[in-house]
Structure formats: structure tokens, C-alpha cells
């Protein structure tokens, strides 16, 4: 046998080549593990960060950085992800005297920051090993796993710019972070007990507990106790998922009636315990991101009725930091652990706000002195036929960006604001869409405020200037006339975007569309968007490219009486269904003896209905959403009003869920409005209302209506791309989260044979919305379209 | 006297209406004027019938303000349009400290228009003047053809005499402020959109015109350096108000939601309908802006007169950026009470 020396000598002649690799490759431990590999094969050369992202320069035989290139793109570190590895012109003389692993060149900003991630299974082991100096350390980290865009202040990534600033290494850890073979080489956040952060539990009057903090913190959770707990993206308010009077306090004191909480559960064995536990589910929750996972609750073992009332889901995630492993760990069974915020606010990050604005609600405080720069909350997943479909994206995957399809690296960068509600801005720029985690609802001024810090934020982090604004068509977003400012202040261009063309948009532009791509025909199915006609929109049939958008078919626009009021009472959009299909004392003429007619005249229906017809405070809408919610109001569900939008809907789905009967759909019909075909609900009213009469069973009325308006969706959207010459059918909107539905629309569809659409890596919500505002503007901006 | 009325027949008041000789500035107008107006309004200045009022020069300044007033329905609970414009410039001449003097009015009528209804309006006016303690010194009359306007439009003007010393405005408006609201909002709007559009809400709305000059006097006498600015909330509420401060003093406010006066029948219109209170109309309703030192002395000033008998301290100026006028609301929310944006459609539905 020869030797690697012997080998090279014989083998083919010395050769220099050089290799570009981009993606998120900086601070992952690249180069460790592409020094380990170069050493292993015997090259010699040297590895170094730039602007683009990694550069390598090898030496040696020609096989052998052969076997380096496909070994690398074979076998990248956990939490790199390469978006390409392209090979350079040779640079000079092939001298190298080993390998080395160089400082960075400057401008590491092209890379981006990552996401923060779960704690990796070294780290873990180290925290559980009684002989390791990290045993029992709540902030033990290294490339693989840790905080990192959370304690970002500014670029470049090194622990200057974070919040570790404060603190200075210890020997050992300064060598573990100077020693490319080290898993902690260059990790920014290294800590260790003696000289990292340090955790601490203090009572409710702000008085530090001697002790083991997660010991006792353990043992007060037991005990009925409500936590406060610092963790990566924020604090959260935790408890005994099982208790079910300590749950009920908590929502009482948070002011959250009915809301589900997440629970946080020790490991993949407690949660199948709970739910149906999936493959794609495993794998969601044992992922780095670490999300909330959305499944079916089992049956067989229940966690608190109040963490999650009257939902058939319960969303699970398992522990992401040495912190939470360690808590948990002491604790061994599942934790509500939901966000701390004041109502409507951003989630509390630091110490003294938690003391001050969490008082009346927490008991104890499980806190530490590594402060949290930026806010992420639990990002939220579901995985349906099989797919992780994002539903709320913000901590383990912002600010990782989304590639488009290559040729929009060619397009101007755009800066796209986003909607109004489940607020996320989307930077694209060279192919790349990063969305801001979400930031929640921006008729709160403190949201607000903190989503127009992120925006400006993420322009710095990314050394990001736009040359085009892109926002909503509705000027009464705060995200709008953010965009409005901007766009004045820097003389930008602003691009208005049609809220559903965005849905869409976000479909096709996350699928790796080109940016001329053919049009597709797009259903969605949303609660509410600005027309481009100065109505309500929200239930569209549309055929979209990135240019534009026809409108094909909708749904039969009805009032919504007294405007958002309507979004929180579902009696509203009853009362504006039957004015718009029949006409409200016609109804009341043919049904006054059902429940649900007794409980609309108790509500001055019959002023509303005057007032919807006179158009007082009523705009008209082609709503999906206000729909469901009439049809849960007409069964009962929610009548009155919901505390958090979707809910009415949600339990509706849930009855239509549990029905064993497979039952024929309620009837929709078509009608012109104004020449253009709609949906037509009022023969499902007169079947609906038929059923009421004669006492059906909810659960089949829900049924009926989620298979007759899957049906008659369907039905339309087929007709309309067969016309069109389409045989891609795109869903989008809010709606759309809806699995009954969704399932349905998907298997009529497909069963057709056209090639369905959706959105995965964003949400199908208003949270994706940015990222199809940004692809409409980009293009748009290259069309030279004047705004 | 009886050579006026021979050159005519009187006007017929129970039965007649507006044609265009009333507006040609003929014998007909002439007859408008001296049967309808004179009497209405009845004082020396406007007898001389020339093209202007000759006043007598009030001390060292002056306030000077117009406004235009088109209003459906003509006629509604509390008030008509010719109280309101009388209201509306005595308003914005006392909010401003001045006490108001003079006013003239100009009429562009639709033709048709009843002269019975002309003369109620006239006659509302005058009384509204007297009470006042103004004149209608001034006047002009225009006829437009039919459907070319809706009903009458009045556009009145005032002069008022600012004391010495006085700076009210935006400009003086610090952090810590206190936002002293006159009494509950919303009663005119709801009024005229309960009239308009024929809604009867359970219980009646009436609209709140009313002149404040009188309440501004007394707050002046309470406490003439501690108050900052001062405004009525008419067309676009509260909100407007505040962010056209906010704006200006580049400041924003901090509202507490329960502690801003509104009726239970504006309430459940408000309701009902969807409406934001804090954007709905007022003609009779102030806002001070006052250093916090005199809030409380102020209050109660504001309270010992009838125009001010449920004022309440509604929230205070604080530093900000964005110059948000934020509510904080009873749930712990805090809410951004915008401009309204012209885009009638909801933001979150």
C-alpha cells in the first residue's frame, strides 16, 4: 500500500484550483470542517470568508479535490446551507505549506446571519455529562446550534457586534474558539460557567432565590406555579400543561380567553403520547428550527382543556436550549409555554420590562444576563399531506432568506412592507428573499414601533438599499404608509401590489418560478384585501404571473355591517349573508322560527340590515372568511363574537372534522355581478337553513358546507383555467389553513389532473404576503412600469 | 317702509321658493334680503345695506376666520345649519382666546329651495348670533340652478379681539401636557347620520352645537398662562385633532380609553354601527391643551359652566418619534388612533 505521500507522488501531476462557496456558510463551522477535510485528503491550500461567502484554494492531486468538492456538497456541516459551489480560475502559484485557515477578508455580509438553532446533540451530551465543565450550563453553544440572529446587534457576525460582548472569554473557551479543530472555532456566543451568562430564579418581588434555579423553578412549576422564562427569541409564561385551574389562571391573567398556547414536551416519545405523531411531524420537531408543530391531539392522553379549547389540534415543540433541555429535563412532563406580552404587544425581552410588565402575571422569574437583542417568537408549522407548511415564521428560520428562481438575481432590489395583520417586510436581492420574522398585528403602536426597527434593521444587517418600495394597494395599512415615507424620504419608487396577486405571487415565487413565468390560474381564499376596484376582495379567482393579474371569478360580494366589527362577530356576517342573498325581512319571513333568527332580532338586526343597505359603515366584500363565519354563526358557533381572528372558522372545521358521514355538499350557484361570474352561497343558505328545520346534526352541516364549497371552488377554478389555457392551479390565503378544505379543493384538483400549487416555506396567511409583494415588484420594476 | 314693500307683493313664505331672480341681484333679492335676512339677523350695521360693514376697530389684534358649512340634513335634532355656522366661526374664534365680534354669511341656495325653510335657518342663525353676543354685520346671497347644489350652503366669517398677552397654538405644546376634553364626543355625527339615513337608534342623538366662547372665558379666567392650545373637534373628532398636534408639536399623545366621555346612546350607536367614536364629528366640544400644573384647576373651571359639566382629563403629550396618538384601551392594548385615511375600507377585516 502506498501512503497519501507515496500516492501523490505517483498520482497525476500537482494542481491548484480554487472553489466559491455561497449560501449561509459563515459561522457554521465551514472552515473547520473544510480544513478537516482538506486534511483528510492530503491537500494542501487555504480557506477564507468574504463578501460572497467562503473561498477555498487547493493544492494536490486532481482526484483528490475531486473527492473534495462532492464531499463537501455531500456532507456540509448541520447549519450551513450552500446555495452553490462554483469553481475559479486559479489564482497564482500553487505554494502552500499545508492548510491554513485565514481571517476574513472584509465585507462578510453577503452571507447573511443565521437563524437561531436548536442545541445540537454534542452540546446536549456535554450539558447531561457530570465530568464535562459545561454539566448543568443553561448556555452551553457551539457552530451547530446556539442563539444567533437573536443576539445580533449589528454586522459583521463576531461577538463584538452580539450581546456576548459583555462577555469575555475564559482560557479554555478562547482556545476552543481558536482552534479550527474545535467544534467551538469562531463560535461567537462560546460560554462556559466560568465566564458566560449566568441564570438566576427570582420571585415575583424581584428577590434572587439561592439554590439551583432550574431545580427550584421545577419545583415551583409542579407546585401550580406561573414562570416567566427568558429564553432565545423572548420571554415566555410557562406552566403545567396538565393543571388544569394553573392554566385557566394563566388565561385569566393574560387576558387570552381562548387562544391555544403551545406546549413544550420533553422529547418526540411524551408528545406521541398526546398527538398523532407523524413522520414529517418528527422530523419537524427534531429539526434545528425547533417550531411549534401543529398535530392532531391523540385521544388518549389529554393535556388541560384550556391550553387549547375546543381546538382538535394542539401545537408541540420540544426543548431548543441548554436551558430549556435542562428545565424540562428536571421537570419531565409537558409545559404551556406561551409568549409573554402585553396584549396586542411585541414579546417581552428584557429583564426590567418582564419585571414591570409581566408582575401581575408571573410568580417567579427564570431569567439570565445574556440579554436578547432581537424578538423571534416560536415559529409555528403543520405538516399536511405530508409537507411542512409554514404558518408562522419567525425563530430557528428568520433571517435565513428564501432563493428564488435564479434569473431574478438579475432584478433590481425591492423592499416589500408587507400587510397590515401577521406582518413580515421581504428584502429580495440577488435571487434572495429574506422576510423578517413575524411581527405580529401593526394596529398596535408598539408593534409598530418595533416593526419599523426590524425593517431598518434588516437594511443594515444586509447592507441592503432598494431601488423600489413595494406595499399593499390598501393606503390604510400602517405597513402602506410606512412604505409611502420611505419611498419619499429616498426618492424610491413605490409599486402597489393587489393583496391576493401577492398570495399568489408568494405560491409561485417560493415554488422557484421564473420571473416570467406563464400565468397559473390562483384561488384564494382570504378574509380581506383592498380590490383593485375599491372594494373589499377575498375569495378570488384570478390568473396571475409576477406581471399581473386578471380577475376570473369571485364570490358573491355581501356587506360587511359596521366593518371590522364584522371580522369579530360572526352574527354580523349571518345577518349581511341573508340580507345579500334574500334580503333580511325575506328571510325573516321564510326562517324567523330558527335559534339563530331569535339571536339575531335580540341584536338590532334590523337597524344593521338598514344600515348595511344603505351602505352605512358596510362596504361590500367577496369575504371567504366572513363566510365561514356566518355559516358558524347560523350553527351556533361563536355567535356573539371570537377573541382571535380565525376562531369561529377553526371550530367549525373541527365539527366538519369529526363527522364519520361521507354527505353530499351544499349546493353553490353562479351569478354575474356586474359581469363578473361569482360564487353564488344563497342555495347553500337555503339548504342550510333547511337543515336547521329539521335538526341535522352540526357536524354534517359543517361537513356539507366544507364539501360544497370545495366542490363548487373547484369546479369554478377548473372552468376558469381551462378557459384560460392553464393547467396550474395556484391556492393562497388565509383560508387555505383550513386542512378540510384544503384537502378537498387539493384532491379535486388533482384528481382533474392539473398540477396544484401552494405555499409551504411561507405561510399561506397574510405572513407570506411580503414575499409576493416583492417578487410582483421586482419584475414589475425591470417592466419599467411607472407606479 | 311702506314704499319697500309697494314695488312687490311680500314673499310667500308658507308656500314660495328660491327661483333665479332671488339670486340676480335684482328687486328680488333685495326683497330676500329685507324680508328674510334683515329681520333675522336685525342689527344697525347690516341695515345700511351698503356692499360692507363699517365697524368700529376692537383693541390691538384681531382673530379672522371663515368656514363653509354643507350639511345633510338641513334640519336635525339639536340644531339646524344656521345655528351651526354660527357656532362653528364663534368656535374657532374663541378657541383661539379671541372674543368674537363680527360675522358675515354668504348663501348659495339651490333653486326651489323652500322660503320657509330659508327663513327658519335665517331665523336660527339670528337667534344663535344674539345669544352669541355677535352681529351678522354682513351678507351675499347666490342662487344656483337645481341639483347644482343640496339645499343651501353657508359660508360665515368672524372677526374676534385677541386679549393682550395671549399665545395659544400648537407651538407652546410640551411633553407632560394634559389633553382636557370639554365634554362626550360624538353626539353631532351620530345625530346627522341617524337623520340622514333614517336610522332610529333606540335612544336619540342629539347634536351638541353649542357656542364655547363663553367656556373658553372661563378657562382663560382660571388660568390665563397655564393653557397651551386650544381646539374644537369638529370634522374628523378627537382623532384629527390630536394628530394635526402631534404632527405640529412633534409630540405624540397618550389617550386612556376609559377615561374619554361618551354617551351610552353614541356608545351603542357607535356600536352597533362599527364607528370609531374618536373620528366622529362634534360642534360644540373643545380640547385644551394645559400645562399640567393648572389641569386640575381647569377641570375644574371647565366644570362650573354648562358647556363643560362632564369635561374630563383625557390623556397628556408625551415624546415620540412616530408622533402617535396612541390609545391605550381597557384590555391593555395600545392602539394607533390614525389620520383618517379617506379609504373607507377596514384595515383587518
Not at chain 1, 427569541?233 to 394563566?250: I, K, R
Not at chain 1, 360564487?679 to 361537513?703: F, N
Request: glycine residues 10%.
Amino acid at each position: 500500500m502506498l501512503t497519501h505521500r507515496e500516492l501523490r507522488k505517483v498520482g497525476r501531476e500537482r494542481r491548484s484550483r480554487a472553489f466559491r462557496i455561497e449560501g449561509l456558510v459563515q459561522g457554521v463551522g465551514f472552515r473547520p470542517h473544510v480544513w478537516r477535510l482538506a486534511t483528510e485528503l492530503g491537500l494542501e491550500g487555504r480557506v477564507l470568508n468574504d463578501g460572497q461567502g467562503v473561498l477555498v484554494e487547493l493544492a494536490g492531486a486532481d482526484a483528490a479535490i475531486d473527492e473534495f468538492r462532492a464531499s463537501l456538497l455531500q456532507n456540509p456541516p448541520p447549519l450551513a446551507r450552500v446555495h452553490s459551489v462554483s469553481e475559479l480560475a486559479p489564482r497564482g502559484g500553487s505554494y502552500f505549506a499545508g492548510f491554513r485557515i485565514e481571517g476574513s477578508a472584509k465585507g462578510e455580509v453577503a452571507t447573511g446571519i443565521l437563524p437561531d438553532a436548536a442545541t445540537c446533540p454534542e452540546c446536549l451530551a456535554e450539558i447531561r455529562n457530570p465530568n464535562n465543565r459545561r454539566h448543568r450550563y443553561a448556555f452551553a453553544n457551539c457552530t451547530h446550534c446556539g442563539p444567533r440572529f437573536t443576539i445580533v446587534e449589528s454586522i459583521p457576525y463576531d461577538r463584538q457586534n452580539t450581546t456576548m460582548r459583555a462577555f469575555a472569554m475564559c482560557p479554555d473557551c478562547a482556545a476552543e474558539y481558536g482552534d479550527p479543530a474545535d467544534r467551538r472555532f469562531h463560535a461567537q456566543p462560546n460560554a462556559c460557567p466560568a465566564c458566560g451568562p449566568t441564570l438566576w430564579l427570582e420571585d415575583a418581588g424581584g428577590v434572587r432565590l439561592s439554590g439551583d434555579p432550574i431545580a427550584e423553578a421545577a419545583r415551583r412549576l409542579r407546585g401550580g406555579a406561573i414562570l416567566a422564562i427568558k429564553g432565545i427569541g423572548g420571554f415566555h409564561l410557562a406552566c403545567d400543561a396538565l393543571n388544569e385551574e394553573t392554566v385557566s389562571a394563566l388565561r385569566g391573567r393574560k387576558r387570552r380567553e381562548a387562544k391555544p398556547f403551545g406546549v413544550m414536551m420533553p422529547d418526540i416519545a411524551m408528545a406521541a403520547r398526546y398527538c398523532r405523531v407523524g413522520v414529517a411531524d418528527r422530523q419537524a420537531l427534531e429539526s434545528t428550527a425547533a417550531p411549534l408543530v401543529l398535530m392532531e391531539k391523540s385521544g388518549r392522553e389529554c393535556v388541560a382543556e384550556a391550553v387549547a379549547p375546543g381546538q382538535t389540534e394542539l401545537a408541540v415543540l420540544l426543548p431548543y436550549s441548554p436551558l430549556h433541555c435542562l428545565l424540562i429535563d428536571a421537570y419531565g412532563g409537558p409545559l404551556v409555554m406561551t409568549s409573554a406580552n402585553e396584549t396586542g404587544a411585541p414579546q417581552v425581552i428584557d429583564n426590567d420590562e418582564a419585571r414591570s410588565l409581566l408582575a401581575g402575571i408571573a410568580e417567579g422569574f427564570l431569567m439570565h444576563d445574556r440579554p436578547i437583542a432581537q424578538r423571534a417568537d416560536d415559529s409555528l408549522v403543520r405538516v399536511q399531506r405530508g409537507c411542512v407548511r409554514m404558518l408562522r415564521r419567525a425563530r430557528g428560520h428568520a433571517p435565513a432568506p428564501i432563493r428564488l428562481h435564479e434569473d431574478f438575481r438579475e432584478l433590481d432590489p425591492v423592499l416589500a412592507m408587507g400587510p397590515e395583520l401577521k406582518a413580515t417586510a421581504c428584502l429580495l436581492r440577488d435571487g434572495l428573499a429574506t422576510l423578517t420574522q413575524h411581527l405580529g398585528d401593526l394596529e398596535d403602536a408598539r408593534t409598530f414601533v418595533e416593526y419599523e426597527r426590524t425593517v431598518s434593521l434588516y437594511c443594515r444587517l444586509l447592507d441592503f438599499v432598494p431601488t423600489a418600495i413595494s406595499v399593499d394597494m390598501h393606503r390604510g395599512y400602517h405597513s402602506t404608509q410606512a412604505g409611502e415615507r420611505l419611498a419619499a424620504e429616498r426618492d424610491l419608487r413605490l409599486i402597489r401590489v393587489q393583496h391576493h396577486h401577492a398570495h399568489i405571487a408568494s405560491v409561485l415565487a417560493e415554488g422557484g418560478a421564473q420571473p416570467d413565468a406563464p400565468p397559473v390560474l390562483g384561488i384564494v381564499m382570504d378574509g380581506f384585501g383592498a380590490g383593485d376596484d375599491g372594494s373589499g376582495w377575498g375569495c378570488e379567482f384570478m390568473l396571475a404571473d409576477f406581471r399581473g393579474y386578471r380577475r376570473l371569478g369571485s364570490l358573491r360580494p355581501a356587506p360587511l355591517p359596521g366593518g371590522a366589527k364584522a371580522m369579530r362577530e360572526p352574527w354580523r356576517n349571518l345577518l349581511a349573508q341573508l340580507e345579500a342573498c334574500f334580503g333580511w325581512e325575506a328571510a325573516q319571513a321564510h326562517w324567523s322560527g330558527l335559534d339563530c333568527f331569535q339571536a339575531l332580532r335580540k341584536k338590532n338586526s334590523d337597524l344593521l340590515a338598514e344600515a348595511a343597505r344603505k351602505g352605512v359603515n358596510a362596504p361590500l366584500a367577496s369575504s371567504a372568511g366572513r363566510l365561514f363565519d356566518a355559516v358558524a354563526a347560523a350553527l351556533g358557533i361563536h355567535f356573539e363574537g371570537i377573541t382571535f381572528e380565525g376562531q369561529a372558522a377553526m371550530e367549525l372545521e373541527g365539527l366538519a372534522r369529526s363527522a364519520l358521514d361521507k354527505v353530499t355538499g351544499y349546493p353553490f350557484g353562479r351569478l354575474d355581478v356586474a359581469g363578473l361570474p361569482c360564487l353564488d352561497p344563497a342555495p347553500m343558505w337555503e339548504c342550510l337553513m333547511q337543515d336547521l328545520i329539521v335538526g341535522t346534526a352540526r357536524e354534517i352541516m359543517a361537513t356539507r358546507f366544507h364539501s360544497g364549497l370545495a366542490e363548487a371552488a373547484s369546479r369554478f377554478a377548473l372552468e376558469l383555467a381551462d378557459g384560460a389555457g392553464t393547467d396550474r392551479i395556484a391556492l393562497s390565503g388565509g383560508v387555505f389553513q383550513n386542512r378540510t378544505l384544503a384537502d378537498a379543493i387539493h384532491a379535486n384538483l388533482t384528481a382533474a389532473g392539473v398540477e396544484v400549487l401552494e405555499n409551504a416555506k411561507v405561510p399561506c396567511n397574510d405572513g407570506g404576503v411580503s414575499l409576493g409583494q416583492s417578487a410582483v415588484a421586482s419584475v414589475r420594476a425591470l417592466a419599467g412600469e411607472q407606479p | 317702509m311702506n314704499r319697500q314693500r309697494s314695488y312687490r307683493p311680500r314673499l310667500d313664505i308658507r308656500a314660495g321658493r328660491i327661483d333665479m331672480t332671488h339670486g340676480s341681484g335684482g328687486r328680488a333679492t333685495a326683497q330676500l334680503f329685507e324680508e328674510i335676512f334683515l329681520p333675522a339677523f336685525s342689527n344697525p350695521h347690516l341695515a345700511r345695506a351698503e356692499d360692507q360693514a363699517i365697524l368700529p376697530s376692537p383693541g390691538s389684534r384681531l382673530a379672522f376666520t371663515t368656514d363653509g358649512h354643507v350639511v345633510t340634513p338641513l334640519f336635525f335634532p339639536g340644531g339646524d345649519i344656521g345655528s351651526l355656522s354660527v357656532h362653528g366661526t364663534v368656535n374657532d374664534l374663541a378657541v383661539g382666546g379671541a372674543c368674537p365680534l363680527h360675522i358675515a354669511a354668504g348663501f348659495v341656495i339651490e333653486e326651489g329651495f323652500p322660503l320657509a325653510d330659508l327663513k327658519r335657518i335665517a331665523e336660527s342663525m339670528g337667534e344663535a348670533a344674539r345669544e352669541c353676543g355677535v352681529a351678522i354685520v354682513a351678507g351675499d346671497t347666490k342662487v344656483v340652478e337645481r341639483d347644482k347644489a343640496d339645499g343651501v350652503f353657508i359660508t360665515t366669517t368672524g372677526i374676534g379681539e385677541v386679549p393682550d398677552g395671549l399665545d395659544l397654538g400648537a407651538h407652546n405644546i410640551r411633553a407632560g401636557d394634559r389633553v382636557i376634553l370639554s365634554g362626550p364626543i360624538g353626539d353631532h355625527g351620530i345625530a346627522i347620520l341617524s337623520k340622514r339615513e333614517n336610522l332610529a337608534f333606540e335612544a336619540p342623538v342629539r347634536s351638541d352645537t353649542a357656542p364655547l366662547h363663553g367656556l373658553v372665558s372661563a378657562i382663560l379666567a382660571a388660568a390665563p398662562t397655564g393653557i397651551h392650545a386650544m381646539r374644537d373637534a369638529t370634522r374628523g373628532g378627537l382623532a384629527a385633532i390630536l394628530n394635526e398636534y402631534a404632527h405640529a408639536a412633534r409630540l405624540g399623545f397618550a389617550l386612556n380609553e376609559e377615561s374619554i366621555p361618551i354617551r351610552p346612546a353614541v356608545n351603542a350607536a357607535c356600536e352597533l354601527l362599527g364607528i370609531d367614536p374618536l373620528y366622529v364629528a362634534n360642534e360644540g366640544k373643545l380640547v385644551a391643551i394645559t400645562d399640567p400644573d393648572v389641569a386640575d384647576a381647569i377641570l375644574a373651571a371647565m366644570r362650573q359652566h354648562p358647556f363643560g359639566a362632564e369635561a374630563a382629563i383625557i390623556g397628556e403629550a408625551v415624546e415620540d418619534e412616530h408622533g402617535f396618538v396612541r390609545l391605550e384601551t381597557s384590555f391593555g392594548g395600545s392602539r394607533v388612533v390614525d389620520w383618517l385615511s379617506g379609504d373607507q375600507l377596514p384595515r383587518i377585516c
